[in-house]
């Protein structure tokens, strides 16, 4: 059955300190990778998709980055205002989008 | 969020009663929607549709049924509300999977079924 795992559940960092956001999958035929970030109350926003291992996407202190079996957010020196629930979604040949559960970061002033 | 909207964004529901969720895009997507999202659950998919006039199964789709009326219109209905569809609901919609496409999400519909 196509799963996709997010880790950690829940992150505090202190603002400043670096961390990174891990995606595991398992789907049969790869059509996207994305990346959504979500605010309490508010529809997830669109960060970033990638569709081949080894590919990288960057905006300001967020980093995402693809293998065959998972995908990292990597956060730089992270600010309060990127607290949110961070998800990611996998999109097979027939349209489907499967959600992991999230992963919520807190970032500490 | 750009272009994908949802109609009512509050309700509350009587246990039986039935409603449908509207929801449009106006980016010429060809796949549209619709999710549940419950605390600690993430999203959860219901239905989607890959083009105009075909629709699939999800994760979650017991009592619910879709419609895609067109390319810009994507419904759920409720056909008979239970307290356990008490949800936010999310409708989206995409260009085909291929890079350059992306998919954006509405705002969210918070439905309460007493």
């Known amino acids: 059955e196509d799963q996709v795992t997010q880790s950690p559940e829940a992150l505090r960092l202190q603002e400043g300190e670096s961390s990174s956001l891990n995606c595991s999958y398992t789907v049969s035929g790869l059509r996207g990778l994305f990346w959504y970030r979500q605010d309490p109350g508010k529809g997830p926003e669109f960060l970033f998709t990638l569709y081949s291992a080894g590919e990288e996407k960057e905006k300001e202190r967020l980093k995402a980055t693809l293998t065959k079996k998972e995908s990292f957010l990597h956060i730089t020196a992270p600010k309060p205002e990127d607290s949110a629930t961070y998800l990611c979604?996998?999109?097979?040949?027939?349209?489907?989008?499967?959600f992991g559960t999230g992963t919520r970061l807190t970032i500490i002033p | 969020n750009a272009g994908v909207t949802q109609t009512p964004k509050f309700q509350v529901l009587k246990t039986g009663q039935s409603m449908t969720l509207q929801c449009a895009q106006d980016?010429?997507?060809?796949?549209m929607y619709w999710y549940r999202q419950d605390p600690g659950m993430g999203l959860r998919l219901i239905y989607y549709?890959?083009?105009?006039?075909?629709?699939d199964k999800g994760e979650v789709p017991n009592g619910y049924n879709v419609s895609r009326l067109n390319k810009r219109e994507f419904s759920l209905r409720l056909e008979s509300a239970a307290p356990s569809q008490t949800s936010v609901y999310f409708c989206a919609s995409g260009g085909r999977a291929e890079p350059g496409n992306t998919i954006y999400f509405g705002e969210g519909s918070w439905l309460t079924v007493v």
């Open positions: 980016m010429n997507h060809n796949s």
């Open positions: 979604a996998v999109r097979e040949r027939n349209e489907k989008l499967t």
């Open positions: 549709s890959a083009s105009e006039g075909t629709t």
